[in-house]
C-alpha cells in the first residue's frame, strides 16, 4: 500500500485534490484521479491538481477531471493553484491552456485566462423537440452559454448532459452553462461540467464565458458579478473592443480545507 499526501482545495464550491507531482510517481495520473475523487470511496472532488516544476512559469498545473480525463484549463482550479503555490506564480502558472497569470491577496485569488476565442451566438440546436439558441465559445475549454428563465428549477443535468455531448460539439464535447440576467452587470449561474459530468457548484472558466456572451449581449460593461450554485459571487473583468475581449480576469474566494493522506 502507498501514501499520497494532498490538500483538499475549495474555489467557490468547486473542490480539489491537490497534489505534487513527486508524490505521484508512478501512479498513472488518469484512473489515479478517478478514484480518488470518487465522493465514497475516495476523498471527494470535482477534480485532481498535479502541480510541479515548468521550465516556462513558475509552476505547472495538469488537471484530471472526476472521471480521469485530463483537462486543458480549469479557472477555479488555477485560482487554488495560485493560493497553494503563491510564493511561485510571480512568472505565472502553466497549463495545457497557456501561461496563466495569477495574484493572491488573502484569501481571494484572480487569474488572467487566454483569450476568448471561436466565440459564436446563436446557434440553433435539437434539443428534444425544441430548437434552442445558444452561445459558443472556449475561453481555455470550450462551453456552450444559454439565457434562461427560472434557473433555480431548471433540470441542468438533464439538459446539461444532452447537450454536452451533442454532434454540433463534437468530438470534444462541451461545458455547458445556463444563465439568467439578475441586473445590469450581473448574472446568476450553473453549470453542468464536461468530465465531472454533472452539475457543480461553480466552473471559473464557464463564469468567463457566460460573463463575455453577457457583455456581447447587452452587459454594461466590466465587471460582471456572476452568483453561482454554492452562494459565493465571482467577479470577471476584461477590456472589450468591439466583439473581441482580452485581459480577461477572473477572481473569487479560494481555501484550504485540509490536509489528508490517501492510501492506494
Known amino acids: 500500500m502507498k501514501k499520497i499526501n494532498f490538500t483538499k482545495m475549495v474555489a467557490s ?36 491538481l498535479v502541480l510541479g516544476k515548468s521550465k516556462r512559469a513558475g509552476v505547472r498545473m495538469r488537471i484530471f477531471n472526476a472521471d480521469g480525463s485530463e483537462a486543458e484549463m480549469c479557472g477555479n482550479g488555477a485560482r487554488c493553484a495560485a493560493l497553494f503555490a503563491k510564493s511561485k506564480i510571480k512568472s505565472g502558472i502553466e497549463t495545457i491552456a497557456g501561461i496563466i497569470e495569477a495574484r493572491v491577496k488573502n484569501d481571494y485569488a ?8 471561436s466565440i459564436k451566438l446563436d446557434i440553433p440546436i435539437k434539443v428534444g423537440a425544441r430548437i434552442m439558441k445558444v452561445n459558443f465559445l472556449n475561453t481555455g475549454v470550450p462551453h456552450v452559454v444559454i439565457f434562461v ?30 444563465i439568467e440576467v439578475l441586473g445590469p452587470n450581473s448574472i446568476a449561474i450553473r453549470t453542468y461540467e464536461r468530465g465531472v459530468e454533472d452539475e457543480t457548484l461553480a466552473c471559473g472558466t464557464g463564469s468567463a464565458a457566460s ?30 473592443c468591439g466583439d473581441k475581449f482580452k485581459n480577461v480576469w477572473l477572481e473569487g474566494k479560494a481555501r484550504k480545507v485540509y490536509e489528508g493522506e490517501y492510501y492506494v
Open 13 to 48: 464550491g468547486n473542490d480539489f485534490v491537490v497534489a505534487v507531482e513527486p508524490e505521484l510517481r508512478g501512479f498513472k495520473l488518469g484512473p489515479l484521479a478517478k478514484t480518488i475523487c470518487d465522493r465514497r470511496f475516495g476523498a471527494g472532488a470535482d477534480g485532481l
Open 110 to 117: 484572480r487569474i488572467k485566462l487566454t483569450d476568448p476565442k
Open 149 to 178: 428563465q427560472g434557473l433555480d428549477k431548471l433540470n441542468v443535468g438533464l439538459i446539461g448532459r444532452y447537450i454536452r455531448r451533442h454532434r454540433q460539439f463534437a468530438p470534444a464535447g462541451t461545458n455547458v452553462n445556463f
Open 211 to 240: 460573463a463575455i456572451v453577457f457583455a456581447l449581449k447587452g452587459a454594461k460593461g466590466s465587471p460582471i458579478k456572476l452568483k453561482t450554485k454554492g452562494g459565493d459571487v465571482l467577479k470577471v473583468y476584461f477590456d472589450k
